[in-house]
């Protein structure tokens, strides 16, 4: 399953859900793919993705660019195991993270 720019317009609490929904329509062993610009940890770098962050902060009243480290902390609470986190290098500024469904 591909959940691609999705986050980025999502608060904490409806990434959450939307997280919970994944794992229900995935049977265990499943993977997931999360696609989507990410920040580094303190949300300042890299300065476009900040950027970025606070257009999505603006238009979708609590989106913005998640760090990846917060996305598989997400993952890891609803029933994940993150297998790794790859950016997708130059031209895109986006991140993959790759994740399966435990038991």
């Known amino acids: 399953m591909l959940l691609s720019n999705l986050f980025q317009t999502e608060s904490e609490e409806n990434g ?8 229900e329509a995935l049977r265990p062993g499943g993977t997931l793919l ?15 993705a900040a950027m970025f962050s606070l257009v999505m902060y603006v238009l979708f009243d609590q989106g913005r660019a998640w760090p990846a480290e917060t996305l598989s902390s997400w993952l890891a609470q609803e029933g994940f195991g993150v297998r790794f986190t790859r950016p997708l290098g130059p031209p895109f500024r986006s991140k993959l993270i790759l994740a399966t469904r435990l038991e």
């Not at 959450?16 to 794992?23: D, H, Q």
């Open 16 to 23: 959450k859900l939307i997280l919970s929904k994944a794992r």
């Open 34 to 48: 999360v696609h989507g610009v990410m920040t580094d940890p303190d949300e300042t770098k890299p300065s476009d």
